[in-house]
């Protein structure tokens, strides 16, 4: 606060006084809201040229991403299906991200968790659904847990770069899912497609009554109203985002740096190795390549688009379901190949990193200081 | 079966020759992030990078029918992402790693989608010199059969290595690399010398990709780099930041990426999966030798935000 607030006070009364107030108590939060909004809307036009250079009408391409998306209560349970996957990944680059760490191997974490949760399916047949789902979780929990923390480890313990290791565990995981689902694990009767055995139905999660949307979406929700209510409202938290400030302040007030390193990477992995199991109990009932789907890709998306807030990640993740879910329509109905979701994913991406040179620069948000 | 005559010799051979051929992509990107690095900048988005330079490539070579032309499209397609890169980067605090990871899923992407309608013809390959006539053994010769871009990135290596040590050009991308604030001292500009220095990098990266898809495999299909970029990236850790290095290390790495193919021609095939992974379990194996959390990375340039 300045005297030139107060003077305007004195002079305008209680109105403009009321206005610099808002802005100077809300104004970073319109930041957050407002920038990359702004950068969505500008991928979308340039993806929209990009569309109209392959001779389509970019008019006819936003019409049906948004019908595709969110246009009927068929593509909003599309939509919230593919979002389910993608909060839990965006949380795997998301937890890390608060201690300065660039983790980029949700995926693999993902293909873990679902070989650990389907084995623990398949390990225990014939005991009641409930049991075997609970072991799934858990089992596919650790299994992505362990996999990040196996990165976290490596820069803790040996300084190798966490962003190039998880990279990497994402080809090797995807190597050993090769391997299990055509040798150990493979389901003789899988003939075309190399599969493990199914699940068994009894054990799927199913959906939402009422719904399509399967109970993964609900996962997702918890996982990232915890993880938010863990950073920032609970001392564990705190101590991840000192140490992510500065980590040698955090050493001074000797706080464990392994010892948060090591959890916050368990606490991601597991994020990522639930959307595995979800993919495994609710929509594929086994494991198969197909589990390589590309959401661990797209969930760092959604996490810098968040700017790795956990909250933020639910619209974000919702509004990437969407983008993702209308592919099909757009494939269908404007001959545009699969592949137009990852280039736009990609636009989107670059927008939204050089937007961050934009935060505090905003004449009118800055108010009067 | 011809294999019979020479036996369990085909897997240390195929092995040889496919750390020619299968080592050329790795080579040529190495060599590409060694400059970029060594100007005080990563790029990830390298292997985005590698997959449009294959997909360029081939698409330029069916439509000319000449594929070196698809080559030189590689690489110029290379340079663009590398100015993308640069031109990001140079805007206040953005972050050089996560624009890379960006430049990644755009990439691959970007090639997807424009490379749809090219999965279907065949373009013009790049020709191959046979350097193995003098012998009766045809996977000799087949070892042999190398290619024209694999003896340039062969020669790449010591030029920069003696144009890192002497040249000009040399000198300002060190420094830039090891100082930002000595280079603007000396009135260089460090943006515009990183810039070309992706550039650079990513036109090498191109040509890389240009060698996937025009020779070895020899044909465009979306499977056709699985993290070849990311793990030259990698390699350049591991290198040291040194031209010459690049070279031995990439040798190495084709010939551990060969050892899958080459127990599957001889009948080996359980694990053909994990031994196609060797690349990238070497590469973290090494990374968790070389690194070490006590100190940064011998030879590592100072500016470089990875090992700080």
């Known amino acids: ?369 | 079966m011809a294999d019979a005559s020479i036996g369990l010799w085909t897997v240390p051979l195929a092995v040889f020759g496919g750390a020619i051929r299968v080592s050329t992509p790795f080579l040529f990107v190495s060599l590409g992030e060694c400059i970029t690095e060594r100007s005080g900048r990563i790029n990830l988005g390298l292997e985005g990078t590698l997959v449009m330079g294959a997909m360029s490539a081939y698409g330029i070579s069916y439509l000319s029918g000449s594929p070196w032309l698809g080559v030189l499209a590689a690489g110029v397609t290379g340079a663009m992402f590398g100015a993308l890169h640069a031109g990001i980067c140079s805007l206040p605090r953005v972050n050089d790693i996560a624009v890379g990871i960006a430049l990644m899923l755009l990439g691959t992407g970007l090639a997807f989608f424009l490379g749809k309608p090219l999965i279907e013809p065949t373009a013009a390959r790049l020709p191959a010199i046979d350097f193995g006539w003098w012998s009766d053994v045809p996977q000799l010769r087949a070892a042999l059969r190398i290619n024209v871009l694999f003896l340039i990135g062969v020669a790449i290596a010591p030029l920069l290595y003696w144009a890192f040590r002497t040249t000009r050009w040399g000198l300002l991308i060190r420094t830039a690399g090891e100082s930002a604030d000595a280079a603007r001292a000396m009135g260089h500009s460090v943006l515009l010398i990183r810039l070309r220095a992706t550039m650079v990098g990513g036109f090498l990266a191109g040509i890389g990709g240009s060698f996937l898809s025009l020779f070895y495999p020899g044909s465009w299909n979306e499977g056709l780099s699985s993290g070849q970029g990311i793990t030259a990236v990698a390699l350049v850790i591991f290198a040291r930041w040194d031209p010459m290095l690049c070279l031995w290390t990439s040798l190495a790495f084709g010939g551990a990426a060969a050892l899958g193919p080459a127990l599957q021609s001889v009948g080996i095939t359980s694990g053909y999966h994990l031994f196609n992974a060797a690349p990238y379990i070497l590469t973290l194996a090494i990374m968790i030798i070389t690194c070490s959390p006590k100190r940064t990375v011998t030879g590592a340039p100072a500016e470089l935000s990875i090992t700080r």
């Open chain 1, 1 to 369: 606060m300045t005297t030139d607030a107060v003077e305007s006070v004195d002079a305008a009364g209680v109105v403009p006084a009321a206005d610099v107030g808002f802005l100077q108590r809300y104004g970073a939060t319109i930041e957050y809201i407002l920038i990359p909004g702004a950068a969505l809307v500008g991928a979308l036009a340039v993806f929209g040229a990009f569309i109209a250079i392959y001779g389509k009408n970019p008019l006819d391409l936003y019409f049906y991403m948004y019908y595709g998306a969110f246009g009927t209560w068929f593509s909003w349970q599309n939509t919230l299906t593919r979002a389910a996957p993608l909060i839990l990944t965006a949380l795997c680059t998301a937890l890390p991200a608060q201690l300065g760490m660039v983790i980029i191997g949700g995926e693999g974490a993902l293909l873990i968790g679902a070989l650990t949760a389907t084995s623990a399916a398949l390990a225990l047949q014939g005991a009641a659904p409930i049991v075997v789902q609970v072991a799934m979780v858990i089992a596919g929990v650790i299994g992505g847990g362990l996999w990040i923390t196996l990165s976290g480890a490596l820069r803790q313990y040996r300084g190798v770069n966490e962003t190039i290791s998880s990279l990497l565990l994402v080809y090797i995981a995807l190597a050993i899912l090769n391997h299990l689902v055509e040798g150990p694990m493979r389901d003789p009767a899988s003939l075309n497609k190399p599969s493990t055995r199914e699940i068994g139905a009894a054990n799927m999660i199913g959906s939402i009554p009422g719904t399509e949307v399967h109970w993964g979406l609900v996962f997702g929700l918890v996982a990232a109203v915890a993880a938010y209510v863990l950073i920032y409202h609970t001392t564990f938290g705190f101590a991840a985002r000192v140490a992510g400030g500065n980590i040698r302040a955090a050493k001074i007030v000797g706080l464990s740096v392994s010892k948060l390193i090591l959890t916050v990477c368990f606490l991601a992995g597991g994020c990522a190795g639930l959307a595995g199991m979800i993919e495994v109990a609710a929509v594929q009932g086994r494991t198969n390549a197909n589990l390589a789907a590309g959401y661990g890709f797209t969930g760092i998306l959604v996490a810098f688009l968040a700017r790795q807030n956990p909250l933020a990640i639910i619209p974000v993740a919702i509004l990437l379901g969407g983008i993702s879910a209308s592919g099909g329509l757009l494939q269908r109905r404007l001959g545009l190949p699969d592949a137009s979701v990852l280039v736009l994913q990609g636009i989107i991406f670059v927008f939204v990193l050089a937007s961050d040179a934009l935060y505090g620069r905003i004449g009118f948000l800055k108010g009067k200081s």
